[in-house]
């Protein structure tokens, strides 16, 4: 057969193996017109077992998907994550996994769904025929009429079918009223009001009361409840189970405003359901309370329909026929159900409502036999006060459980955050990684300098050193020409007429000497401003350990004043070459002077005196260089001790305090 409507399957699993196999053997068993998916959703658990039932399942009906959460939902987000897969579809059957389906359970979601698909009264369909009143906590019977079905202001979870649309406007509803709780005044019952907030069901009651909408439940159940331990039940219960449809069927549906079975959040026959089959209670503006659950606040009519002990009362009636609203309908004569005023009743709990007839007359027991009613009413108040208890203690927890995901949220929170840091961090630390590499590829380079300019200081004295070797070999070149003067001295008396010429050129003479003294005076200049430039760099390296930037700078003011001595040099080097050639002047004058020749010896002698003092000034550069680049090369280590000691390390980046080595090395 064609597949008229995608309508999948969704089984909520979450730690109960044998529930889940049960469950999933039922409906390998059931009737299938088409292909039909088959969704497993398995809430986060310690329970591998679950798993490894549902990938091991072999479903032959259609496509199987198995969904893994990988955070615990809890059984109300499971449901809601469940019906939202009605929106990838036409609609979606929804079967918690302690229950159990009948062989045509799809068979008449199938035609349910397409009968009430379009329905505005209708919320939902039932796959469980619902026989059992929670809020009196007593068996429920409704009325019957020509059709398999009867609705109801309660939400069905022991198996139910979703359309697209019911789901999309159950969570639009639901969206905008989530930050509100629902209370007694929104007409929910007292059992549904003490349900924790983690109850899917508590709000999809609250909604359907909210919009006057409708479940439509079998008069045959098509699904059956075995009551496993969960969520919501601690022990096994065994009270909800009901007896399948195990024969094939034709289903026969009503709409709600044309069937008379149609009960409120109560389990409470509609009024306007009871006048039309009870005219004579037209004229009366009341409300239905025939299992005596509702409190005097929640009646909002003058009249009430009720079990309640009146003062006085309209009309009374027996409780004999089933279910309990036909003794309203045949006006059977009796003292249990009562027409009156609102305020001719007597306020008193459902417990205290409990009398021997009750019992017997909704547990169908023959010869009844019951403990005296004072008796009973202990045992029974009793027992409200061990569920009261427990309700107290069920709320406890549940207030622990709300504290400990709101620490979970905290917590989620922060590892978010941390992790936002440690990615930050990361990038910090790689690009602190990437300075400190270019730090080191530049003091590499400073230190290449730092080589060069040491070479270049060495040739500068070697090629002193070969100066001095070179003036010694004029030295004795000019005694040799002493000696040659010394045989001229006779040639120089003869030589007179030149002696006005000579005193000429001997003028000329002091005036070179003048400039020489100029000259010595700017080199005395030169040298103290070495000596100030010296203790600059004293200066300059205490504050060099102030950190490590500080050197990093240093350093390039160190290259300035390098460059700057080259420079210095090289004036030198050009000094020492004119002072050469006014040498090799001198010289030559004298040939024709022996006096000019002592004053040049003795300006020869100034002069090594002079080069032996930059010699020397030259040394004490070099080694405060040495210096230097030693206390670089120890910074380098004492930064690699405290890299290889002070680290920590956040995802892939190491990070160490930046505050603590700026400390370190001004103590260092």
């Not at 979703?162 to 629902?182: H, I």
């Not at 990038?427 to 270049?456: G, Y």
């Not at 007429?497 to 000259?519: D, G, I, P, Y």
Request: with cysteine; charged share 30%.
């Amino acid at each position: 057969m064609v597949m008229k409507y995608n309508i999948p399957i969704v089984v909520v699993a979450y730690n109960r193996p044998a529930s889940l196999m049960r469950l999933l053997d039922s409906l390998k068993s059931a009737v299938y017109q088409h292909k039909t998916k088959l969704i497993i959703s398995i809430d986060k658990s310690d329970d591998k077992s679950i798993g490894e039932i549902a990938e091991g399942f072999e479903w032959k009906h259609g496509e199987k998907e198995i969904i893994k959460h990988k955070k615990h939902l809890g059984l109300r987000n499971h449901i809601l994550s469940a019906g939202d897969l009605s929106l990838e579809a036409d609609g979606v059957i929804i079967l918690e996994d302690d229950l159990y389906v009948s062989p045509f359970f799809y068979d008449y979601s199938v035609k349910a769904f397409e009968y009430y698909q379009n329905e505005k009264s209708i919320a939902g369909v039932s796959l469980y025929a619902h026989n059992y009143n929670e809020t009196a906590r007593l068996p429920f019977t409704p009325m019957l009429d020509d059709s398999d079905v009867f609705f109801m202001q309660i939400p069905s979870s022991w198996g139910q079918c979703w359309s697209k649309k019911q789901w999309r406007e159950f969570k639009g509803w639901l969206e905008k009223n989530k930050d509100k709780k629902p209370g007694a005044n929104n007409g929910l019952p007292t059992n549904a009001l003490s349900w924790p907030d983690s109850s899917w069901k508590k709000y999809f009651f609250w909604y359907m009361i909210n919009t006057n909408k409708f479940f439509a439940y079998p008069r045959y159940s098509l699904s059956s409840n075995f009551g496993d331990p969960g969520t919501h039940f601690k022990g096994k219960e065994l009270f909800l189970q009901t007896p399948l449809i195990n024969s094939k069927r034709k289903f026969v549906f009503k709409k709600p405003k044309d069937s008379f079975a149609a009960y409120d959040a109560f389990c409470e026959l509609l009024p306007d359901k009871l006048v039309n089959l009870q005219p004579t209670l037209k004229k009366f503006d009341f409300i239905t309370d025939l299992y005596g659950t509702k409190t005097l606040d929640q009646i909002s009519t003058p009249y009430v329909l009720t079990s309640k002990s009146c003062k006085s009362a309209i009309f009374s009636f027996a409780r004999e026929l089933k279910p309990h609203e036909a003794n309203v309908i045949n006006k059977v004569d009796g003292k249990d159900l009562f027409l009156a005023k609102k305020n001719e009743c007597i306020e008193v709990k459902p417990v205290e409502n409990i009398s021997d007839a009750k019992l017997y007359y909704f547990f169908n027991i023959r010869n009844f036999q019951i403990e005296p009613s004072a008796r009973l009413e202990e045992k029974v108040k009793s027992l409200i006060d061990q569920q009261n208890k427990l309700i107290d203690s069920i709320k406890e927890k549940d207030q622990l459980i709300r504290l400990k995901d709101k620490n979970l949220a905290e917590k989620d929170e922060m590892i978010r955050k941390f992790n936002q840091y440690a990615v930050m961090a990361e990038k910090l630390a790689n690009e602190k990684e990437v300075q400190v590499k270019d730090h080191k590829k530049s003091i590499e380079q400073q230190e290449k300098l730092l080589e060069q300019s040491r070479a270049e200081i060495k040739l500068l004295t070697e090629n002193l050193k070969e100066k001095d070797v070179s003036l010694e070999k004029r030295s004795n070149e000019l005694e040799k020409r002493k000696q040659d003067i010394a045989a001229k001295l006779i040639q120089i008396e003869k030589q007179n007429e030149k002696t006005e010429h000579l005193a000429k050129e001997v003028e000329s003479l002091k005036l070179t000497l003048k400039n020489r003294e100029s000259e010595t005076k700017q080199l005395k200049s030169l040298i103290e401003e070495k000596e100030l430039r010296a203790n600059k760099k004293d200066s300059e390296i205490a504050s060099l350990q102030l950190s490590l930037k500080e050197r990093e700078s240093h350093v390039d003011k160190l290259e300035s004043i390098i460059t700057g001595q080259k420079k210095e040099f090289e004036v030198k080097t050009t000094l020492s070459e004119k002072l050469q050639n006014q040498l090799s002047e001198l010289q030559d004058k004298l040939q024709n002077n022996e006096e000019l020749k002592l004053r040049l010896h003795e300006d020869i002698k100034t002069l090594n005196h002079k080069i032996k003092i930059e010699n020397e000034h030259n040394n004490q550069l070099n080694n405060t260089i040495l210096e230097q680049k030693n206390q670089i090369h120890e910074l380098k280590e004492f930064i690699k001790e405290i890299e290889k000691s002070y680290t920590f390390r956040v995802g892939k980046a190491i990070i160490w305090p930046a505050s603590w080595l700026k400390q370190a090395i001004r103590k260092k």
